[in-house]
């Protein structure tokens, strides 16, 4: 497939994509050609340097622990 088929390809489909599907496609395309901004910020960085550091540490959560943490989702 050509650069050109691909693109009319891409461009027939969109109409039919949901708003998040074409949102998606978007944050996509500025990533890949570095127009886009990182997926976290500083503070996502932080928290997944810490639960890493935890993880080395052993420190995990028990299963009655996650169990509580996930009631919260189920409610």
Known sequence: MTRTEAIAKIA???PKLSDERVRVLAEIAL???GGGAPLEDSATRAAIANGIAQARRGE????AEVEEAYKQFRE
């Open 12 to 14: 027939a489909t969109l």
């Open 60 to 63: 995990f959560a028990t299963d």
């Open 31 to 33: 990533d890949w050609t």
